[in-house]
């Protein structure tokens, strides 16, 4: 069954340096995600993509985080200079249509600890 | 501000006893919801979902979900406890202003007790 695949699964960091989380979408979906839970909180949206563009972004979402899809099969998040508050498990979703009804396929996840 | 609340953050049952886990969702449009399982050291998996029609839902591995409306719920059950359950459990929520964004609970982490 396809699924949607991360690397890596742990990344340490020191704050201030600048990370990238890979994902690999299920091949024929249309639509990206970022999610990411720290610590004993809930699972919380960042950012959806669609078309090679921002469909919406939450307000975590800010100017230090940016994602791309650089190729045909992967999608990035990059957080660019880190903070101990980053610290969190960061999911990738992804679906084949947009929309409130459709189910979004997530990824393993990769936790991340910012030092 | 929309919501999803999950009682008790963590479930012990028996082996073989039923399992029931409760959500309660805030949403001033019709809502389409979600429960997602995530077992250790992986990801969220979609259990089952509501979007319209039948209200009871059957999903994957035994488990089905009763969206009430009046009672602005979707418990989660199943009618025997499997050791392979033991996992955390989200109910989730599509955003009603949203096109892309879903609304976690805060996780039920439920324990099968040999």
């Known amino acids: 069954e396809p699924e949607v695949t991360q690397t890596p699964s742990h990344q340490v960091t020191q704050m201030g340096q600048e990370v990238i989380l890979r994902c690999v979408p299920i091949s024929n979906h249309l639509y990206f995600y970022w999610y990411r839970q720290i610590l004993g909180q809930k699972v919380e949206f960042l950012v959806s993509f669609y078309n090679n563009e921002i469909s919406e972004k939450s307000e975590i979402f800010d100017d230090q985080f940016s994602v791309e899809r650089p190729d045909g099969s992967n999608f990035t998040l990059k957080i660019r200079s880190t903070k101990l508050e980053d610290s969190a498990m960061y999911f990738c979703a992804s679906s084949a249509l947009g929309g409130r009804q459709e189910t979004q396929y997530f990824g393993p996840g990769t936790r991340l600890l910012v030092l | 501000a929309q919501s999803v609340t999950q009682l008790g953050s963590h479930v012990s049952v028996s082996e073989g006893a039923l399992v029931l886990l409760r959500c309660n969702y805030s949403?001033?449009?019709?809502?389409?919801l979600f429960w997602y399982v995530q077992y250790p050291n992986q990801g969220l998996q979609l259990l089952l979902k509501?979007?319209?029609?039948?209200?009871l839902v059957k999903g994957i591995n035994g488990f089905e979900a009763e969206f009430k409306k009046s009672e602005t719920s979707f418990h989660l059950t199943k009618p025997s406890a499997h050791m392979s359950d033991a996992a955390e459990y989200f109910c989730a929520v599509s955003e009603e202003t949203s096109y892309d964004k879903v609304i976690f609970g805060p996780g039920t982490s439920l324990s099968v007790i040999p």
């Open positions: 509501y979007t319209t029609g039948a209200t």
């Open positions: 949403s001033s449009v019709p809502p389409y």
